[in-house]
Every structure is written in C-alpha cells, then in structure tokens.
Nanobody, 121 residues
Framework: QVQLVESGGGLVQAGGSLRLFCSASERTFSSYAVGWFRQAPGKEREFVVAISLSGRSTYYADSMKGRVTISRDNAKNTVYLQMNSLKPDDTAVYSC??????????????WGQGTQVTVSS
C-alpha cells in the first residue's frame, strides 16, 4: 500500500506560481506512474498531468498545458508540480495518484488527500 501526501498548496494571486509536492511512503514509488488531478467545488475531478515511472514521458491535459511542469525524483520518492501564471479558475483541490494505469488520465490505484490551491483575482 502506497501512501501519498500532497503539500505546497495555498493562496496565491492571479499570475502567481506554486510548486506542489507529492511524497510517497514507499521506495517502490519508482514503480508507479503518477498523475495530478484537481477538483473544483461543484465540478468533477479533472486530470491535469501525468509522468511515467522513469520520468522520461509526460502527459498534459489541455486545461493547464504550457503553465504546468511535472517532474519526479525517485530517490526522494517525490513528484513535483510547478504551476505558473495561475488563474482564479485554477482554484481547486489538487491530488496526486500513483499506479500503472492503461490510461494516464484515470485508473490509478493510490490517491492522496489533496492540497487546496486558491487563486485570488
């Protein structure tokens, strides 16, 4: 069982940046792809970006493409999500997930609790 903990969320003004962290409890973290998702109030959960086991491949949703960068350090069991040029519409709870999905936009096995990102106008 992999436990995931997100951190780095907070309140930021529009146009600002945040760096989110997804930390795992297990050394086997390097055996999993990791995805970031977000859920705004009253909306369904939305795929944002994913990274392969090795970190060589990344997959971006159109919603934040060009404004976010995902990376990972398997030695530290951590995946990073750098978010720039944030907009009020980016306000949501951001969660990371790990697994070996056939589809990088869904079907992950392990989920974190999420971290709140609030973008003020």
């Amino acid at each position: 069982q992999v436990q995931l903990v997100e951190s780095g969320g907070g309140l930021v003004q529009a146009g600002g940046s945040l760096r989110l962290f997804c930390s795992a409890s297990e050394r086997t973290f390097s055996s999993y792809a990791v995805g970031w998702f977000r859920q705004a109030p009253g909306k369904e959960r939305e795929f944002v970006v994913a990274i392969s086991l090795s970190g060589r491949s990344t997959y971006y949703a159109d919603s934040m493409k060009g404004r976010v960068t995902i990376s990972r350090d398997n030695a530290k069991n951590t995946v990073y999500l750098q978010m720039n040029s944030l907009k009020p519409d980016d306000t949501a709870v951001y969660s990371c997930a790990a697994g070996n999905p056939r589809d990088y936009t869904k079907d992950y096995d392990y989920w974190g609790q999420g971290t709140q990102v609030t973008v003020s106008s």
